[in-house]
């Protein structure tokens, strides 16, 4: 089956860059994602990927995707305390009801 | 457009107890699912549905069952209640890869 891991916590000071990392195990995902869950609350997507693009920038955020190491980043530039959340990456595959995969998730904690 | 609902938002249940989850949608989307999330695991796949009538199994299904009568609507059942299905879950519906989630319902099994 499938594995996506992530590391579990990071901290960051207000205004420095946030990088979080994914890995994953299988190599014919065609999207891969990145969610945000605030507190108490559903999953929000934030960005994704298609497998054939190495790199996605929108406003803060930049998406690395490295598909010979199955590598995946999230940088977040100029990280604010409302960055504070946990961050999922999520790989998804053509057919089977477009079913997603998703990694343990990333604590954010961001300080001032 | 009030997107993904679940109802109930809370809800406390006796070991052995039995309790639908409603998870509605007003998008018309064709795909929908249920997940549990666990501490340290992420979102783990209970059951979804690729249309209307449809259903289907995903990573940790057993103890769930599920129906998709209308569309717009994806159930999620426990017949018998469980202290390991203490959890939080999601529903969340789809057209294409990305998935919209409701808000979530927070379960406690004693």
């Known amino acids: 089956g499938e594995d996506v891991e992530q590391s579990l916590f990071l901290s960051v000071r207000e205004g420095d860059s946030s990088v979080i990392n994914c890995t994953y195990t299988?190599?014919?995902?065609?999207?891969l994602y990145w969610y945000k869950q605030e507190p108490g609350a559903g999953l929000q997507l934030l960005t994704y990927i298609f497998s054939n693009m190495d790199m996605k920038q929108d406003q803060r955020l930049t998406v690395l995707l490295n598909k010979k190491d199955k590598h995946l980043s999230l940088r977040i530039a100029d990280t604010q305390t409302g960055d504070s959340a946990i961050y999922f990456c999520a790989e998804s595959f053509t057919g089977g009801g477009n079913k997603l995969t998703f990694g343990t998730g990333t604590q954010l904690k961001v300080e001032l | 457009n009030a997107g993904v609902t679940q109802t109930p938002k809370f809800r406390v249940l006796k070991t052995g107890q039995s309790m639908t989850l409603l998870c509605a949608q007003d998008?018309?989307?064709?795909?929908m699912y249920w997940y549990r999330q666990d501490p340290g695991m992420g979102l783990r796949l209970i059951h979804y549905?690729?249309?209307?009538?449809?259903?289907a199994k995903g990573e940790v299904p057993d103890g769930y069952n599920v129906s998709r009568l209308k569309k717009q609507n994806f159930l999620l059942g426990l017949e018998s209640a469980a202290p390991s299905q203490t959890s939080v879950y999601f529903c969340a519906s789809s057209v294409t890869g990305e998935q919209y989630f409701g808000p979530g319902t927070r379960l406690t099994v004693t």
């Open positions: 998008m018309n989307h064709e795909y």
């Open positions: 549905s690729v249309g209307e009538g449809t259903t």
């Open positions: 299988d190599s014919s995902s065609t999207y």
